[in-house]
């Protein structure tokens, strides 16, 4: 059985004080729910600025939460003004590194050679991507996004090996249901996602795109995420606004153990 994961990306929000504040919450929250999350991967991901504060928090703590970054640069140092090292995050004790989302293609200009780039500095610093891949547009016909995936994963997965794959979290993000009024619809998600486990399988060879971790996001709420959590081939969600609020995280976590039981 494969973990469920629960994680968010607070992306441009809170403070260091809010960030302990709800740090604290989580903390107590998953020391007096160990049974219930023992097969929950649950990882939030707060600004560069609130990291320290974060695992300072849950650090030492068992409590199982894993702290990570919004993104990196692909070098470990040099001459790159106001970027992060992978290699320093991985100092700090940072886990998980997002990469690629959809706001850092669109307003920051990023191309798949930069993606692939970094997925590869955080391999070799032993920390997890999360790489977010997703369609721009709601095609009329899911075949046309089928095939930007295909070419999009495959190039932001150039530069790594097919032993690597185990170490990176697949997030399938439709553009257009980022920030949106409702997420993907449940069967359109569920093509998306076995399309991508049957290319990795087909281009690693094995049973790399049945064991890959791949997780949803784009506008997942209270309402929706018990539905697409319990999608057969789907490994978790990946939450954005909905989780600034710590009431919500927790409802979904509580949501992810309970399909977890069943699934
Ligand atoms: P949203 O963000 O949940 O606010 O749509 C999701 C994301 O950008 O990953």
Known sequence: MKNLYVGTSWKMNKTVAETREYMKKMKEFMQNNGEAIKDLDVFILPTFLAIDAALQITRNA???LKIGAQDCCWEDFGPFT?????MHLKDLGVSYVEVGHAERREIFKETDEM??????AIVKNKMKPILCIGEEEKPSQIDIALNFLKNQLLD???RIESADLKNIIIAYEPVWAIGATASAPLDYIKEAIDFLRALLNKEFGGRHGDDQVIIYGGSVTPESAKDILALPDNDGIFVGRSALNIDYFI????MASEVQKVK
């Not at 993606?115 to 590869?120: H, M, N, T």
């Not at 409802?251 to 509580?254: E, G, L, S, T």
């Open 62 to 64: 068992n409590s199982g």
């Open 82 to 86: 106001g970027e992060v090292s992978p």
């Open 115 to 120: 993606v692939s780039k970094k997925v590869a």
């Open 156 to 158: 932001d997965l150039s």
């Open 251 to 254: 409802k979904m976590i509580i």
